[in-house]
């Protein structure tokens, strides 16, 4: 009967002793000051603030097995934040590819029409193809002889350089059609990329929260990682990251709304629910 209640008191004790380590470390992160402000803990810097829905505290280990403290803000009105800025990026990408395209369609209203530049081409080129034909122009003297064969050369000379500039002119339309066509398939791809990249970093968020982690060595606190972390629709996360000292020095100077958009990096003009403006 001893043995088992010095087995319990043993057990009990050491369940307490890991408990107690990781709030102790808890506790020396929130006792610790925080080096922008010596009149702040981390504790007053980070609690009762406006800009969280909740807060929470924990500890856990790391891939080299070193112990992490971890606090966890869900910021206010995150999701619906971001699901305005991804609209508001959405309407700014479109509006801005349109004019691109815009452009585009100009120039390509400036490019002549090849199809009446293949007729021109046709018709200078039986035009030279009539004077080969012709053959040498008849003459009563050899004077008259001579003024002909000069006069047929220059003729000849002039339906030459007309089919070639018709050619030219037809290569160049052709070419510059192409170009258009190609610039346009870029941009196309171009818009359907950046229009992907926004829905997979904004789209099916369903909660943010404002991380902050440390690693606590004897009573030295040593700041890890700041950032903020996405919950998606599909149970997968992804995290953005942040510049501690920016973001702890920020938090120290707005506690609200202002904060949860300097936080996500969202503009103050951007609020939930808003219809995307005209840029």
């Not at 800025?85 to 700014?92: A, V």
């Not at 070639?164 to 196309?188: C, I, M, W, Y």
């Not at 997968?236 to 120290?252: A, C, E, I, V």
Request: hydrophobic letters at 35%.
């Amino acid at each position: 009967m001893k043995t088992n209640f010095t087995t319990l008191a043993s057990a009990a004790f050491l369940s307490a002793a890991l408990a107690g380590c990781g709030h102790s470390e808890i506790y020396t992160v929130k006792a610790a000051t925080v080096p922008q402000d010596s009149t702040h803990t981390y504790e007053t810097a980070l609690s009762n603030r406006a800009s969280c829905e909740k807060d929470s505290w924990h500890t856990f280990k790391d891939d080299t097995n070193r112990t992490v403290v971890e606090y966890r803000c869900d910021l206010k009105n995150g999701a619906a934040l971001l699901a305005a800025f991804r609209q508001q990026k959405i309407s700014d990408t479109q509006h801005d590819f349109q004019g691109y395209y815009n452009g585009l369609d100009q120039t390509a209203g400036s490019i002549q029409n090849p199809e009446a530049l293949e007729k021109q081409l046709a018709d200078t080129q039986s035009q030279l193809a009539r004077l080969q034909a012709n053959g040498t122009p008849p003459a009563d003297t050899p004077e008259a002889l001579k003024r002909g064969l000069v006069n047929r050369a220059s003729e000849m000379d002039a339906a030459q350089s007309a089919v070639e500039r018709a050619q030219r002119e037809l290569d160049d339309a052709r070419s510059n059609q192409t170009g258009v066509q190609q610039e346009r398939a870029r941009f196309e791809q171009q818009e359907k990329d950046t229009l992907a990249q926004i829905d997979k970093t904004y789209g099916g968020v369903t909660g943010v929260s404002e991380v902050f982690q440390w690693y606590v060595r004897d009573d030295d606190v040593v700041p890890a990682w700041s950032g903020v972390e996405l919950a998606k629709q599909d149970g997968s996360t992804s995290r953005l990251d942040r510049n501690w000292n920016q973001t702890m020095g920020d938090l120290l100077s707005h506690r609200g709304n202002d904060h949860v958009h300097a936080a996500l990096n969202i503009p103050d003009n951007i609020v939930p629910g808003q219809q995307p403006s005209a840029p």
